[in-house]
């Protein structure tokens, strides 16, 4: 069965760097999204990306988050200058265009020291 | 999106059906009833969604009252593999880019 992958498993970087997360969609899926978790909190929705071209973002994505699919394959979020409070599971998730369900992959876990 | 109630915690013992409850009192008529599940800090996984009708598959049944103001998911044989948290979300069908909306969920024990 096609699956959502993400690289790396985990991630740690000090406070200020930049940090790339990866995804590779299920080969069919048009519409994507990244979600973050922080420990022991709930699941909450960062931004969706469909056609080259942010949908909708959540209050948390600032300017210091970004999103590309450089390839057309990769799907990727960048956190410019990383914070203590960026420390995450990072779960993306994709979506074929006609139905309903995400499939999410397994998520990055970042962590910033 | 209209907001969901479910119970913090459930506990079942391993064969037996594990029935989650879901209040969404304020649902709309264009709102589907949806149901996830994350195991362990892995990514969430659908399970089944549904918009008046009951609905079943290979996974789990999903019960929708006549009002549509709560559902019940039904893990018909619950094995240790289907401890989770299970998330209850009600949303609309735009059958484009909409976001899902976690909520606390309900943890689910499945004890031998």
């Known amino acids: 069965e096609p699956e959502v992958t993400q690289t790396p498993s985990h991630q740690v970087t000090q406070m200020g760097q930049e940090v790339i997360l990866r995804c590779v969609p299920i080969?069919?899926?048009?519409?994507f999204y990244w979600y973050r978790q922080i420990l022991g909190q709930k699941v909450e929705f960062l931004v969706s990306?469909?056609?080259?071209?942010?949908?909708?973002k959540s209050e948390i994505f600032d300017d210091q988050f970004s999103v590309e699919r450089p390839d057309g394959s990769n799907f990727t979020l960048k956190i410019r200058s990383t914070k203590l409070e960026d420390s995450a599971m990072y779960f993306c998730?994709?979506?074929?265009?006609?139905?309903?369900?995400?499939?999410f992959g397994p998520g990055t876990r970042l962590t910033v020291t | 999106d209209a907001k969901t109630t479910q119970p913090p915690s459930m506990d079942c013992a391993e064969g037996r059906a594990a029935n989650l409850p879901c209040n969404h009192s304020?649902?709309?008529?264009?709102?589907?009833v949806y149901w996830y599940r994350q195991i362990h800090s892995q990514g969430p996984q659908y399970i089944i969604h549904?918009?008046?009708n009951n609905e079943t598959n290979e996974m789990a049944s999903l019960i929708i009252t006549e009002d549509r103001k709560s559902s019940t998911l039904i893990l018909p044989h619950a094995t240790l593999r289907d401890t989770a948290v299970y998330y209850c979300?009600?949303?609309?069908?735009?059958?484009?880019?909409?976001?899902?909306?976690f909520g606390a969920g309900t943890r689910l024990a499945v004890h031998p």
């Open positions: 998730a994709t979506k074929e265009g006609l139905a309903n369900e995400q499939y």
């Open positions: 080969s069919n899926h048009l519409y």
């Open positions: 990306f469909y056609n080259n071209e942010i949908s909708e």
């Open positions: 304020t649902i709309s008529g264009n709102e589907y």
């Open positions: 549904g918009l008046k």
């Open positions: 979300i009600v949303r609309v069908l735009l059958g484009g880019y909409n976001k899902l909306i």
